[in-house]
């Protein structure tokens, strides 16, 4: 790679990932044909499905799982843990040992918006698409369209997404 793509020796690519420059990777898993912009960071145990899209800016956390054919839109932000600190009881910077993981899935054929927060414990149904600038606090059902803060179900798609269907868009 070049000097301004950091990809630590334990990730694994799939086939024909396109990556960007100025992007972190770390103990994390890209499946194939999937394309990461820039400024992404993807960390350990994170994983993102084949031809996904993760676009610029976008923040993939430890404990988050990314189905096959997901568009996350640019600036995303994924949350894994419901009450941070830094530091514990005893008053020391917490380690990994602190804190217990929450996970999040994002199913397949999901579109995330740009700017979107989604927090910890959350499922995004397939093909559900979550509207730009959203926070995601609670699970998204399938075929769904929800925006807002906290976001809400705007309505259900009703017919598959294709080109002919800008109505669904």
Not at 54 to 76: A, K, L, M, Y
Not at 103 to 117: H, N, Q, Y
Request: proline residues 4%; glycine residues 10%; negative net charge.
């Amino acid at each position: 790679m070049s000097d301004f793509v950091s990809i630590a020796p334990d990730v694994k690519l799939g086939q024909r990932v396109k990556l960007s420059k100025f992007i972190n990777l770390y103990g994390c898993e890209i499946g194939d044909d999937s394309k990461i912009g820039a400024f992404v960071e993807v960390q350990k145990n994170a994983k993102v499905g084949k031809c996904c899209k993760i676009s610029s800016h976008t923040f993939i956390c430890e404990g988050v799982t990314i189905e096959d054919g997901v568009f996350i839109g640019h600036s995303v932000v994924f949350i894994n843990d419901t009450y941070p600190r830094a530091t514990n009881p005893e008053g020391s910077l917490q380690t990994e040992h602190d804190w217990v993981l929450e996970a999040t899935l994002i199913k397949k054929g999901a579109s995330i918006g740009s700017g979107v927060t989604i927090l910890a414990n959350v499922t995004v149904g397939e093909n559900a698409i979550v509207g730009a600038g959203s926070v995601v606090t609670k699970d998204v059902p399938a075929n769904s369209i929800v925006v807002g803060n906290p976001a809400r179900v705007l309505r259900y798609i009703t017919e598959p997404m294709g080109v002919g269907n800008a109505a669904d868009r």
